[in-house]
């Protein structure tokens, strides 16, 4: 039976419980928190039932955003939609029943409107959905319920951009390459760049990499506040490696990577950190718990990467000589690669055209993602 996590607001309740009604009707499991046994732990009990969804609705409104439970949840959902282990979620669908800055990784999904379009309408697209694994008519991204320049170089937007599709980045790729390979250095690549520069996309192009080596790899996105003590990291990179249990110490998981070493000599465990600027809560423990056994050899088959804003804070550089390497920004996309992503999408653009979007966008790869998406609209 197919399973749905309702996430809403108590001042949205009114419409998820009718939701939840509704859809219990068409025989979808559902669970929404008000339906829960008094003395249930309701902390464990959404863990739980997140792990095991097919659909995460989030019902988006002002109260839904301001919401540091829903917030969680959401971050949590989207870390599973993105999980390169084999995570059950199938597809975040948002549902929007009050006015809201909904953001654009958001934005960029295939999203309902239940404030002014037919509720029947809107019910009956959901389940067929559901029924199809998301088989959703495509909808143009509205603009009425968003301020449509805010989030707008937030790296979220790589939620509608596919790995083959991403252009650029061959420097980058050959250290990551040189790094996997037997002995290779660096062990630690920091990567740091402004907004707007494509960092999660290049991580993107890194897990490819991974995948097509069969190499056991986790993706760590800090955004969001997830992951902000360090068993919720520990918890999120045993689900991806495979090794291990939740709950598990930070010492018993460098134990579980050294037999893993052991076993499987000749392949490396890739961690990937997104958005270590915030990082903040957890940045000495990983730093103590995690890069200082890469340096000291005590975890001799793992690299790391960490991009972001800011690089993770090490004492004493000249400890780490050798073993990590710094990457200071990214390269503006030229005339060639508008053009590259153009025809990835399916849409060629005349050189002119590439030039006008490379003006207006002074380069900033994810603007000129946009404005090529845009063109696709059209």
């Not at 790094?179 to 960092?199: D, E, H, T």
């Amino acid at each position: 039976m197919t399973k749905v996590f309702l996430s809403v607001s108590h001042k949205d309740i009114g419409f998820a419980e009718r939701l939840y009604s509704d859809l219990w009707g068409r025989g979808i499991d559902v669970w929404l928190f008000t339906h829960q046994p008094p003395g249930n732990l309701i902390t464990r009990q959404i863990d739980s039932e997140l792990n095991g969804a097919d659909f995460f609705c989030p019902i988006c409104s002002e109260a839904y955003f301001s919401s540091a439970f829903c917030q969680e949840e959401l971050a949590m959902a989207r870390f599973l939609s993105n999980s390169a282990a084999d995570a059950r979620l199938k597809a975040i669908v948002p549902l929007v029943v009050g006015s809201c800055d909904l953001p654009l990784s958001l934005r960029a999904r295939v999203w309902l409107d239940f404030r002014t379009d037919d509720y029947s309408h809107n019910f009956d697209q959901l389940v067929k959905a559901m029924e199809a694994d998301l088989a959703l008519e495509p909808r143009s991204i509205r603009t009425d319920i968003v301020s449509p320049t805010k989030d707008f170089l937030q790296s979220e937007i790589l939620d509608f951009v596919h790995t083959e599709q991403i252009v650029d980045f061959e420097e980058e790729i050959d250290i990551f390459r040189r790094m996997l390979a037997p002995g290779g250095r660096p062990a630690i690549l920091f990567v740091q760049a402004p907004s707007g520069m494509g960092k999660t996309w290049l991580l993107y192009r890194f897990l490819h990499v991974c995948h097509s080596k069969g190499l056991r790899t986790s993706y760590i996105d800090f955004r969001g506040g997830f992951f902000r003590h360090p068993q919720a990291v520990i918890d999120g990179i045993v689900s991806q490696v495979g090794v291990g249990w939740k709950g598990m110490s930070v010492y018993e998981l460098r134990g579980a990577l050294r037999r893993l070493s052991a076993i499987e000599e000749d392949k490396h465990v890739v961690f990937l950190f997104d958005t270590v600027e915030e990082a903040q809560e957890v940045e000495p423990w990983l730093v103590e718990n995690v890069l200082a056994p890469i340096r000291d050899g005590r975890l001799q088959n793992l690299r790391l990467v960490a991009a972001g804003l800011r690089n993770l804070r090490l004492a004493h550089e000249e400890e780490w000589l050798g073993i990590v390497e710094q990457r200071y920004g990214l390269s503006f996309w030229q005339v060639e690669h508008i053009q590259h992503f153009a025809q990835a999408n399916g849409l060629d653009i005349d050189q002119d055209k590439a030039l006008l979007i490379h003006q207006g966008t002074r380069g900033f790869p994810q603007i000129c993602a946009v404005f090529v998406r845009n063109l696709l609209q059209d």
